[in-house]
């Protein structure tokens, strides 16, 4: 592999108050400006499941000084784009538009993650909306076994919670629910400001700390990791004519900055060419699709492969994945592991292209690790993964033992019957 080295690099200023500028010029017209917060469904409680969720869609309903209309039209007349997102480990709100408005757009979110007013009429109307989604949600089989196989990895840790949170809670939330949640959790110690683009970093500091420098500091929101329990859910959804599988294992958080997981999940189903497609979905026929993923976060991570099969191909499917995976754990081809390595590589380069992403691999390194790791650094720790560290990846997964999620066309007692093949194979 050619090392590589960015032409850019990321600038981190710290203001007084905990908040974390991350800076990132790039020879761009346009600019992308997000605020992380580190604040997800993982840090939320049984009664607040999903509260932080339904902050991110109110937090664009109306602040102290703007209502949601003003917000919109603010951003929309200088030709921005605007998006938050809700993850398990963190929050995100997101501008993206011309470089010289990038001080404006500072200003519109600081507003907006500092100032949301959270209007109870607004409440109302969102929470159909929110209803609405929840609704699509659980209609979804896979999104419903991916729902399951947290739970069968984490039981009743806040890491097995959905980030849409439950049904009874979306209906109950309050205004003061939310102003009490943003009040304890958005402090400088879990907030970083990213901008990349077009920027002039010393003039863009100047409206980080207009914006957000007279924030409460407060602790970093830490959780303690969830113990893995290793367990098989099903759940049957009528109208459903195929059966949905998510398979998987614990694996390291981002803090341990261990790629060996990732690059297993690489070499095991990465690409049409990778054992897992080559096996189940070319030679035999047992699914359409099938993916093999590392889902890494702040203290926790996931190893995933999830297919879609046919009820009476669900054994054999699940079979001949647990063949492989032991396959794995005895030797590694070297073919593979290259594949894989070039694969992630081109992947985490494609991502420099992208600012949007950049900032956030920077923000997710900062929350975890206290720094922000450069793109040489990644590739180093990437290429380091040799067949020996693979293989114990696998070896130490099947020591941990497997969790399963069925769900869609599902039998009785299929979790039993799961439990026992999955002893067997």
């Not at 020879?27 to 009664?47: D, N, Q």
């Not at 030709?79 to 200003?107: C, S």
């Not at 070499?267 to 035999?284: I, T």
């Amino acid at each position: 592999m050619t090392d590589f080295a960015p032409t850019a690099p990321t600038l981190v200023t710290p203001l007084p108050d905990g908040v974390r500028l991350v800076a990132v010029p790039l020879p761009l017209p346009t600019v992308s400006v997000s605020v992380f917060v580190r604040a997800g469904s993982l840090h939320e409680t049984r009664l607040t499941s999903g509260i932080g969720h339904v902050i991110e869609h109110m937090a664009f309903k109306g602040t102290a000084t703007r209502d949601a209309a003003r917000i919109n039209l603010d951003a929309e007349r200088l030709g921005a784009e605007v998006n938050a997102h809700t993850d398990k480990d963190h929050t995100a709100f997101h501008m993206h538009g011309l470089a010289r408005d990038a001080a404006a757009f500072v200003g519109m979110l600081g507003d907006i993650v500092r100032h949301a007013a959270f209007p109870a009429d607004e409440l109302e109307r969102e929470r159909q909306v929110l209803l609405h989604e929840f609704t699509d949600d659980e209609d979804d089989p896979l999104a419903s076994a991916f729902r399951l196989f947290d739970k069968a990895c984490f039981g009743t840790h806040p890491a097995a919670q959905p980030v849409i949170g439950t049904r009874r809670n979306i209906e109950r939330f309050t205004r003061a629910d939310l102003v009490a949640h943003v009040q304890r959790l958005y402090s400088g110690a879990n907030l970083i400001v990213g901008v990349a683009g077009g920027i002039e970093p010393d003039a863009l500091l100047k409206a980080v700390e207009a914006a957000f420098g007279d924030m409460p500091r407060g602790t970093p929101n830490r959780v303690e990791p969830p113990a893995y329990e290793g367990g098989i859910r099903s759940l049957r959804l009528a109208g459903s004519s195929q059966t949905h599988a998510v398979l998987g294992f614990p694996l390291p958080g981002l803090a341990a900055e261990d790629m060996a997981g990732s690059v297993a999940a690489g070499v095991l189903g990465d690409g049409m060419s990778s054992p897992l497609l080559a096996e189940l979905r070319e030679k035999r026929g047992l699914a359409y699709y099938t993916a093999c993923s590392a889902d890494l976060y702040d203290g926790f991570g996931q190893f995933v492969i999830e297919a879609s099969t046919a009820p009476e191909q669900l054994d054999e499917l699940l079979t001949q994945t647990m063949r492989l995976l032991r396959t794995h754990a005895r030797q590694v081809a070297p073919l593979d592991l290259e594949r894989a390595q070039n694969q992630i590589t081109v992947r985490r380069l494609r991502a420099l292209e992208r600012p949007y992403r950049r900032l956030e691999d920077a923000a997710l390194d900062l929350f975890a690790l206290g720094r922000v790791r450069s793109e040489s650094e990644r590739l180093a720790q990437l290429r380091a993964v040799g067949t020996r560290e693979v293989r114990a990846a696998f070896e130490g997964m099947l020591a941990a033992g497997v969790s399963l999620a069925l769900s869609g066309q599902v039998g009785r007692a299929a979790s039993e019957k799961a439990r026992a093949l999955l002893d067997r194979a």
